[in-house]
């Protein structure tokens, strides 16, 4: 069994030079997508490519704008990277700012021990899990306005009767004034999720075999609308490979349990942008969190986000007590 670890990652390059030092064990490589607005170069002189280590070749590198189809097309990337045939085991997608909470030994004999699984959170749509059940993801479409972080519209089209709020039509006016007809064409079109489909939904982090992976790189070849519809969808890192999984678990007779991610979507980070308060999650950790760390069930093997420039105790703490 194989693991490959599939790296998306945007800033700190010692950071991730340290995930991957703590990472690396018998059986594994390591295939890293740098953020394209990321200087490459300060990763490269950081981390030196070699057997293990792979990183996506300039031509497929993508900028990846907040909650839009960049966190897809970048695993995509990393995925092409993957020698299913030669190397079958796991794909394990992970940020940049994760860090593993078990030994290297621990998690080789988990994921050998349940070698008949896939691990993902993944829920039916709609689900009260998500904001108005998870219908905004499905029927609504997510327009960025600029490059800039959260500055987008969530919007449905003309022909759905939710579109005509106040709300609504001060955004459509917000697209006149910013000089975005070509919105104005998109939302004259209804949006429909793919027939062929049920549609769910989950965690973005996951951890799934490489004999699902080529069913469902197979599936996207079959479908290729099936990328371009998500090219709308809000935060399609959380939807796009959830609902392609259930189509093949009984042809496959694979178990799914749950991610082995941990993350804390309690507490915010609290930050000022002028006279504003912004509130950003899932939250950085810090040594406060320790306890909550230790503590996490048997099948948590790793957790996020941590942030070399938050603090840097956290993981040392994490090295000494837990890894060691």
Request: aromatic residues 12%.
């Amino acid at each position: 069994m194989h693991l490959h670890y599939l790296l998306i990652a945007h800033k700190n390059p010692e950071q991730l030079k340290r995930l991957i030092e703590r990472l690396k064990y018998k059986n594994c490589s390591f295939y890293i997508h740098i953020d394209k607005n990321a200087n490459i170069q300060e990763f490269k002189r950081s981390i030196l490519e070699n057997d293990q280590i792979t990183f996506v070749p300039e031509v497929d590198r993508i900028e990846s704008k907040w909650c839009d189809i960049g966190t897809v097309n970048a695993t995509l990337a990393l995925l092409k990277q993957v020698d299913f045939e030669k190397k079958p085991g796991y794909c394990i997608l992970m940020s940049g700012q994760d860090y593993p909470v078990k030994s290297n030994e621990y998690i080789y004999n988990y994921f050998l021990k349940h070698k008949d699984s896939e691990f993902i959170n993944i829920f039916s749509l709609p689900n009260p899990i998500w904001l108005n059940n998870g219908l905004l993801r499905l029927a609504f479409y997510k327009i960025d306005l600029s490059s800039k972080k959260g500055d987008l519209l969530v919007i449905p089209s003309i022909y759905n009767k939710e579109f005509y709020t106040i709300k609504n039509i001060v955004k459509t006016i917000i697209c006149i004034v910013r000089g975005r007809i070509d919105i104005l064409q998109k939302i004259s079109k209804k949006r429909t999720y793919p027939s062929y489909l049920e549609a769910h939904g989950g965690d973005t982090w996951w951890t799934l075999s490489t004999e699902t992976l080529s069913k469902i790189l197979d599936f996207k070849k079959i479908h290729p609308d099936y990328l371009l519809y998500h090219t709308d969808t809000f935060c399609p890192d959380e939807t796009m490979f959830h609902s392609i999984i259930p189509l093949y678990q009984n042809e496959l007779k694979r178990r799914i349990l749950p991610s082995t991610t941990y993350s804390n979507w309690t507490n915010p980070d609290v930050y000022k942008v002028g006279m504003f308060s912004k509130y950003q999650l899932p939250r950085s950790m810090n040594m406060d969190d320790f306890e909550t760390i230790q503590s996490l069930p048997e099948h948590i093997l790793f957790a996020r986000k941590f942030d070399f420039d938050i603090d840097i105790q956290i993981l040392d703490k994490i090295d000494e007590t837990l890894l060691n």
